[in-house]
């Protein structure tokens, strides 16, 4: 069983251009969460997907985006880069049966917009 | 509003000490709590949950309803338990169980 991919590592953007960023799950694993990481603080829940479906956003706006596919991989999509949007992500997979209570995590992608 | 709180951002001890890393939360309902661990150059991963009652690693955490409170204990601190602490909690299926909140963590630091 493979562990949670992300892509790319390191990731370094302008303000106002577009990123993404790309998740693996580990196979069988239906559900996805994205997180975004600041510095020094916890992990901030930004959406789940379900069945290629979102089913659970937290408070960030709408220019954060996702996209999951059917093979277990999924993207999340910033748009209008911002300053304050450096932070590490991190995607999460569960898998069903669990009511995608254990996550998995990826090691996560560090992006720095200047 | 719904917070989980780790009101100590980094925590010493010398190996073979008691370790007890606090946590706090604020959710109306029935949430369930986790703990999570990252080691250095390592990913997050769980370490455990309340509804499991397990001890792993020597660790064990006691949900408190009354006081909010879901400490992370062991009786007698290795180096190796030297990691990153995050306390997080998740509402129940019918309460916007998708949702995780994480703590800001605490970093457990074991002297010699």
């Known amino acids: 069983e493979t562990g949670v991919t992300q892509s790319p590592t390191h990731l370094i953007k302008t303000r106002g251009q577009q990123v993404t960023l790309r998740c693996s799950s580990q196979s069988g694993h239906n559900t996805v969460s994205w997180y975004q990481q600041a510095l020094g603080q916890g992990p901030q829940f930004i959406f789940q997907?379900?069945?290629?479906?979102?089913?659970g956003r937290g408070n960030f706006p709408p220019r954060f985006s996702g996209l999951q596919f059917p093979n277990y991989s999924s993207e999340l999509n910033v748009n209008a880069l911002e300053l304050d949007d450096s932070a590490l992500y991190l995607c999460?997979?569960?898998?069903?049966?669990?009511?995608?209570?254990?996550?998995?995590f990826g090691p996560g992608t560090r992006l720095t917009v200047l | 509003a719904q917070r989980v709180t780790q009101p100590e951002k980094l925590l010493s001890v010398f190996k073979g000490a008691p370790v007890e890393l606090k946590c706090n939360y604020s959710y109306s309902g029935s949430p369930e709590l986790f703990w999570y661990v990252q080691y250095s150059r390592q990913r997050l991963q769980l370490l455990l949950r309340h509804i499991s009652r397990e001890s792993i690693k020597g660790f064990t955490a006691d949900l408190n309803k009354g006081e909010t409170s879901f400490h992370l204990k062991k009786p007698f601190a290795q180096e190796e338990d030297s990691a990153m602490y995050y306390c997080a909690l998740k509402g129940g299926v019918y309460t916007g169980g998708f949702k995780t909140i994480f703590g800001a963590g605490t970093r457990l630091f074991v002297k010699a």
């Open positions: 999460a997979s569960s898998r069903p049966g669990q009511g995608a209570r254990e996550q998995f």
């Open positions: 997907y379900y069945r290629e479906e979102e089913n």
